[in-house]
């Protein structure tokens, strides 16, 4: 069996109401600062986000239902996924940052918005919508460290710096996810992250999907 070496969160999805305006809210109101936001053009989804130092936190919705549900997407079960208020599946994405292919079974998958020649790695484990979707992107640049402005200056306002930890109820085969606690009292519709502080005080957590804070 592979060891999972240097693999590190690189973003953390989670689907909400479509224009994010009231998780939006929520998060702001415990002081973080929106960074970027995205249309995923071909595949009927958008975003907004929210970056930290070593990676960031993703709000995702449906702006174009009829294209996320066609069959071009079936094996991602995104649309599933976006409809877990009433399908009962889990909300939540994992993409992982590795500096080389990921050490358990995956599919390659080439989104209609990424440009020709890139993939996402995308572990076969998805299948189950309950489970969180778990995939590699390309890059493997932290947002410190990205050439470009994108990252802006992330979370110093509210006087965070990186995301510390992930508590997810599972995560199929990336249980050595530096800074991830799995535990099964949860529930696969719940996630906590938690963010260091730069001051060096205890960390906020943040509860999801209901963007609650809970210090």
């Avoid at 510390?164 to 529930?187: C, I, K, N, W, Y």
């Amino acid at each position: 069996m592979c060891a999972l070496v240097n693999l590190e969160l690189d973003h953390f999805f989670v689907f909400v109401e479509r224009d994010a305006a009231e998780s939006a809210a929520k998060l702001e109101a415990g002081g973080l600062v929106p960074s970027f936001r995205h249309r995923h053009e071909g595949q009927g989804t958008a975003n907004l986000c929210y970056v930290f130092d070593n990676a960031y936190l993703e709000l995702l919705w449906v702006d174009e239902p009829a294209r996320l549900s066609r069959a071009t997407f079936r094996r991602t079960r995104l649309w599933e996924r976006s409809r877990w208020r009433s399908d009962g599946n889990s909300p939540f994405g994992v993409c992982v940052r590795a500096p080389e292919p990921l050490p358990f079974p995956c599919w390659l998958w080439q989104p209609p918005y990424l440009p020709p020649g890139l993939y996402l790695e995308v572990a076969k484990v998805v299948s189950d919508p309950e489970v969180p979707f778990l995939f590699r992107f390309p890059g493997t640049l932290r947002p410190d460290h990205w050439p470009d402005d994108r990252a802006g200056a992330r979370q110093e306002a509210a006087g965070l710096a990186e995301i510390s930890g992930l508590t997810l109820s599972a995560l199929p085969t990336a249980e050595q996810l530096d800074g991830l606690t799995l535990d099964p009292a949860l529930g696969h519709q719940t996630a906590i992250l938690d963010f260091s502080r730069r001051d060096g005080g205890p960390p906020r957590r943040l509860r999801l999907p209901d963007c609650t804070w809970l210090a």
